[in-house]
């Protein structure tokens, strides 16, 4: 059964200490991995699309990274406003083209 | 300019009631799909459309039912509303199926039953 697990659930950091973000997957036929960035009370948006293990994604402070069996997001000197939970998703190729998603992580980024 | 747009963004209904939520995405995407997110935050995937038809129909109540007038557009009609069915539901739009395509979100429909 196709399976997400993201780490932590929450994380607080100050501004400026740099960290990651743990998504570990269970997926036959991985077709891509998605992170996407939640603020409270707005629909997900999206942050990167990877597609096979060694491929890296940045944007700004953010970089996503994919192994065969997990991925990273991370993120370096953070600043309050990265603050949001982050979540990952999957699409294997058994899964109908539907994305499977972990429950996310809350990051918290203090001044 | 709004990709994505749903209404209403809240909506407060009594047990029994029917409601509707309507989405509309100005992407020119394919496909369109409804997500429930429950109050830990977890989404999950109720049905999928792709050029009006539907492909995904997960297993959902079917007091709800989606309707998709055109490939711009997907509803959500839900009847007999009942205190678990209180949660934010995501519209979402994607350019194809038969690939990794990313989806965008609407900005969610907060549904309360008392």
């Not at chain 1, 990877?50 to 993120?75: C, D």
């Not at chain 2, 407060?12 to 939520?21: E, P």
């Not at chain 2, 429950?38 to 079917?62: A, G, R």
């Not at chain 2, 007999?80 to 429909?109: H, I």
Request: one cysteine or more; proline letters at 5%.
């Amino acid at each position: 059964e196709d399976q997400v697990t993201q780490s932590p659930e929450a994380l607080r950091l100050q501004e400026g200490e740099s960290s990651s973000l743990n998504c570990s997957y269970t997926v036959s036929g991985l077709r891509g991995l998605f992170w996407y960035r939640q603020d409270p009370g707005k629909g997900p948006e999206f942050l990167f699309t990877l597609y096979s293990a060694g491929e890296e994604k940045e944007k700004e402070r953010l970089k996503a990274t994919l192994t065969k069996k997990e991925s990273f997001l991370h993120i370096t000197a953070p600043k309050p406003e990265d603050s949001a939970t982050y979540l990952c998703a999957v699409q294997g190729a058994g899964s109908n083209y539907q994305l499977i998603w972990g429950a996310g992580t809350k990051l918290i980024i203090k001044p | 300019d709004t990709a994505v747009s749903q209404t209403p963004k809240y909506l407060v209904t009594q047990m029994g009631n029917d409601k509707s939520i309507k989405c509309e995405q100005n992407l020119g995407h394919d496909t369109m799909y409804w997500y429930k997110q429950d109050s830990k935050k977890f989404l999950k995937i109720m049905f999928s459309y792709n050029n009006k038809e539907l492909i995904i129909n997960e297993t959902v109540p079917n007091r709800f039912s989606p309707k998709s007038p055109d490939k711009a557009h997907l509803n959500l009609h839900i009847n007999s509303l009942e205190l678990g069915d209180s949660a934010v539901y995501f519209c979402a739009s994607s350019s194809g199926q038969a690939g990794a395509y990313e989806q965008y979100f609407g900005p969610g429909t907060r549904l309360t039953v008392t």
